[in-house]
């Protein structure tokens, strides 16, 4: 089952509920390139050593010609729909397949596991349709299934509950109603960073298909080498990128830890 939340256009999530994941991606070319197309130098005589680098970023791969169906496009009027886009949760060196993992992303409290049977990543909403413990508090059960910490129910990979332990075996099958389910959301996983679409609405299940998380062309290029690592932060991401946009900052909030000139 996985219709557990519709469509929705509406405001971003509650800020003071929010501890975003904040991914950094730390860009360096092996072989400066000339002309530098996607390299912004400061001017020299203010600072000689801090380079930054614009990444290349579109929706789009501009490998992949095939036409995507419009689901998060923002026309003219109408509202941003926080729901129907590609999220990055979470770096994958960072995961552990033995044990699930609870994340929060916008506003969304959501387990990621690994599920040995599809050999893949999987998130679901952190919440066992039992009494609604939170599945990241489980393990992974000898067959690969997510188990619920708290009366044992057992999930696949696709959500189905798969064991209630309490349930007679010659009783109903309980375990197949939908109700019994986990809500599941849409993932992938790209340039070492598990995504997730956060919304188990049925009509988004096949989204990969039609719309993939944000191409960044320098993270295909092998001139570039480039480090993942998250770090949680307690402010909205509108905060933070008008930080990293203010780059007189740099010298003076980060002395002593980025190389650059000595303040004046
Ligand atoms: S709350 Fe998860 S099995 Fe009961």
Redesign the pocket.
């Known amino acids: 089952m996985e219709a557990l939340r519709s469509v929705s256009t509406v405001a971003p999530p509650i800020r003071a509920h929010l501890s975003k994941p904040i991914f950094s991606l730390s860009f360096s070319q092996k072989k400066p390139k000339s002309p530098l197309t996607n390299l912004t130098e400061l001017p020299k005589s203010k600072f000689t050593k801090l380079h930054v680098i614009s990444p290349t970023i579109s929706t789009e791969p501009t490998s992949s010609p095939e036409p995507e169906e419009e689901t998060g496009s923002l026309d003219q009027g109408e509202r941003f729909d926080w729901f129907s886009h590609w999220y990055p949760v979470v770096p994958v060196c960072d995961l552990d397949k033995s044990a699930p993992r609870g994340i929060k992303v916008v506003g969304l409290d959501i387990v990621v596991w690994w599920d040995k049977n599809d050999n893949e990543w999987k998130v679901f909403d952190d919440r ?6 939170p ?1 990241s508090e ?1 393990r992974i059960d000898q067959w690969g299934r997510l188990q ?6 057992c999930f696949s990979g696709s959500g189905d509950s798969k064991l ?1 332990p309490q349930a007679p075996l010659d009783g109903p099958p309980v375990h197949s109603f939908p109700k019994a389910c986990v809500a599941v959301y849409p993932s992938t996983v790209q340039y070492g960073i598990l995504w997730f679409w956060p919304n188990t609405d049925p009509k988004y299940r096949d989204i990969l298909t039609k719309k993939k998380p944000p191409y960044v062309a320098e993270l295909e290029d092998p001139s570039f080498s480039f480090q993942t690592f998250n770090r949680d932060i307690p402010y909205g991401y509108e905060f933070l990128i008008e930080n990293l946009m203010d780059l007189s900052h740099v010298p003076y909030a980060h002395h002593g830890i980025l190389k650059t000139p000595e303040p004046r």
């Open positions: 066992c349709p039992h009494r609604l413990a599945l489980g619920c910490v708290y009366h044992g129910w209630i």
